[in-house]
């Protein structure tokens, strides 16, 4: 072991740490789980910077609150009383979990952890033990540059031991960069559920990063055999991520679960598929979902659609999501359209709704000509009143000539 530490300390300079770092800050960001709370990321934050105490009040505070991620608390609580030295504290932890949550998947990871602290009774606290996981952090940066074949079962093993989760969350992206089969058995040996579920779901972030089809169809197949709803999700974000608009438009056709079909409309979105949400807001017959499409197309920064539905959708809430939709997209919402339709269109809840677009997108250009030859005084108020607010040389110059 001590031979294979300094052999990879060895390679330690050979790739950029910030080019890794940035993509890890990319990936840690998509990580949140829909179970996931805010103390549970704040004691994930603490555990990756040793602030072990910090680290135990956090999951503390999670685990009280008994959500869906009390059992992952739990465990990382317990991990972070026995690197605090509180072994007899982490060993309470660990029954307590065994005890609240006899079907948690943390069980495989809080026997192994329960080996270790009993392997190490008896022994002094070593401060300068987490120096000996820096020196692992530096070196698996560039493992796989040195010799595959003795680097895959170290990374493999670093996934199965008792490391902390930035150890292992780097093990995995570098998993990502060897285009090896072996590599990729090993990823998606923990995105099928091989692990705990925190790093299931990064082993699933990263092979959407990966992006070949090989690596799309294992991650459709893991799908289909999961009933977990976090996995599932995690899936369709890597789908986004890699850019794999069909299958993504196949799941907001067909999924059953509401939340997961929402999810799926809001990655294509995110993903530039304006196309594939037209044609799925086309075929779709419910108006929650489409309200939902249009949301999604106003993310993808295409307002082509979102102007067709504007002018020509009969049912009134879709016209009017629409045009909100537009209205939240600034410059790129088409004010030419919506003024156009405000001259022709009569209706006064559709005339309302453009005259908030407007002043949502701050056009006090627009506004001000739609003052000028408003007929109606009480709709001609309602702008003189949204101008009040629009910061701009044209509401200025129109409310020093009302004022002449």
Known sequence: M???????AALAAALPAQDLNGLMRLGFQAQQGAGEDKDYRRGRTALDAGRWEDAIAAF????ARKGAAADGALYWKAYAENRAGQRDAALATLAALRQQYPSSHWLSDAQALEVEIHARAGAPVNPAAESDEDLKLIAINSLMQSDPNQALPILEKLLKSNNSPKLKERALFVLTQSGSPEARKILSGVALGGSNPDLQRAAIRYMGMMGSDDVRRELASIYASSQDKDVRRAILQAFMVSGSREFLLNVAKTEKDPDLRREAIRELGVSGGQDELWQLYQSEGSVEAKEEILKSMFVGGSSAHLVEVARSEKDQRLRLAAIKSLGVMGDNGRSDVLVSIYHSDQDRTVRE?????LFIQENGKALVDLARNEQDPQMKKQI????AMVHSKESTDYMLEILK
């Open 353 to 357: 709704a453009i005259l908030n677009a």
């Open 2 to 8: 001590i031979r294979n530490m300094f052999i990879l």
């Open 60 to 63: 503390s505070d999670s685990a």
């Open 384 to 387: 003189i009143n949204k101008l």
